[in-house]
């Protein structure tokens, strides 16, 4: 009998008149992950994982049909037994679960982490096993993942994974397979020979990928439980997904296509044309084949913050990025800059609606944030910008198109916290600016420099703008972002400003740009502590401005 089919309880609801059988849970998943992978996922995707496309999307289907075999396993069934006990006792016509468990044992196995132990266990390579062990949240450690080729007196929690009979092993064994080999005709492998090597970026862009596809599929508004009578034969699943997606109604993805920025474009877009320092660097973007990281340092006044939006179009088009990240050093930086991207996001498109977040712990209180409207609107003649309730988990926000947020949204992806990959993934999707990098300090430079590794390693566009920085910072950053340990000297002692510092692939580039602004004269003078107040009076006096360094 195929009991994965028919008996497997995936999910049950707040009473024990609900519930769902796990092969459905496991279509839903399905159907989610092929329409994340259509039509949410930006095209690059593919080349942010470092893995063919027809690879990447094979292997992000079986992931979501296999993701939770670890409930086919007496612990789990078990566990969830008290909330469907009819569906349970039909479960044990067939298969021997034990009567009592150990509830310490049972925490000690969480069912991601029995479904990576059991794929190892079917042949499924290390690297891909371990994204289903992850999808929730947490990574397992390797002592927490057992092998279950061993011994039988070597299994720790044997019980939680084969029961107490030999007849029992054999049924679970038989469903696991059947699960498996299911999922690899599904997706389209032969075997799991086929099975491709993941590195560590397409993990953990397929995690955040997976976890996006099972919250959604979870979620009882889009995919709602079935009758404890009903055991899930007779569904539809293209139909249960398609009323659940128009459902979800997620807005289209934002896609540019800009390849030139026109002086007429730029003064459409930002109200005024632009600058000789903002066409020049304008230029060296249209012009860079492969761009990756480029670090602004000018004055205050001369324009980064749209010369930055600028760039993000073009890098975003070139790159076939799918949305922005703008962060900022502090909330009232983050608040004082958000109205000009509003200003900038309701120009880009007048066919499609936009997702948009405002990411700090007090955006709640944001008025602007707060005004903008929640859901599609129906007026036509609203701004095109909406804030989507699915994005408005904090796990999720950075999911959205357009996330204006403080730094340490950005920063958090160099350090290991749960669901760690939601934000891996909506940062690699995106083409991200960091404003004012002058203003960090040491401690906030080296999570900088770990994220960048990351955005490196994805090819997401990387804009830095600062006031100035010190060459050896400038090119420590650069470094990172290319992964490289040593570069050129000649970079390190470029004292030009304002300073434009690119990478084009793997190669550095560095450009003194043209500035008209008014330039001003600073006078260093050495003095006794008996001359200042005679010195300060004096340029006071004059118009002066004075700067005491003691």
Known sequence: ME???????????????????LRVHHKDTDMVMRYLLSDFVSDSFADSCGIKRYEIEKTAVFLALVHDIGKASPGFQYKISFSV????????????????????????????????????????????SVVVGSHHGVPAENYEIEDLTEDRKEICNYRNYFGDTENSRLLLENSWKEIFNEALLEAGFASADELPTLNSQAQMLLCGLLITADWIASNTDYFPLISIDDNGDEIDQEM???KALNKLAFPERWKSEKTVYSDSEFESTFGFLPRTLQKRVIEIVECSSNPGLFILEAPMGCGKTETALAVAELTASKCKKNGLFFGMPTQATANGIFPRIINWAEKQSEEFYHTVQLKHGSSALNEIFQRIQHGIPDEESDSGLIVHSWFCDSKKSCLSDFVTATVDQMLMMALKRRHVMLLHLGLSEKVVIIDE?????????????????????YHTPVILLSATLPSKRRMSLVRAYLGKKRSDECFEKNIAYPLLTWTDGGEIKQESLPYSGRKKIVEIKRCRDEELHNIIRDAVDAGGCVGIIK
């Open 240 to 242: 249960r997904a398609s």
């Open 3 to 21: 009991i994965c089919n028919t008996l497997y309880v995936a999910k049950s609801g707040a009473d024990t008149s609900h519930w769902l059988p």
């Open 437 to 457: 990098v002058h203003a960090y300090d040491t401690y906030m430079n080296q999570y900088l420099e770990r994220a960048l590794q990351w955005l490196g390693a």
């Open 85 to 128: 006990p009819e569906r349970a006792a039909k479960l044990k016509c067939f298969l021997d679960i034990p009567e009592r468990m150990d509830a310490k044992s049972i925490k000690s196995t969480p069912h991601a982490y029995m479904g990576e132990a059991i794929l190892n266990y079917l042949g499924c390579p290390e690297s891909i």
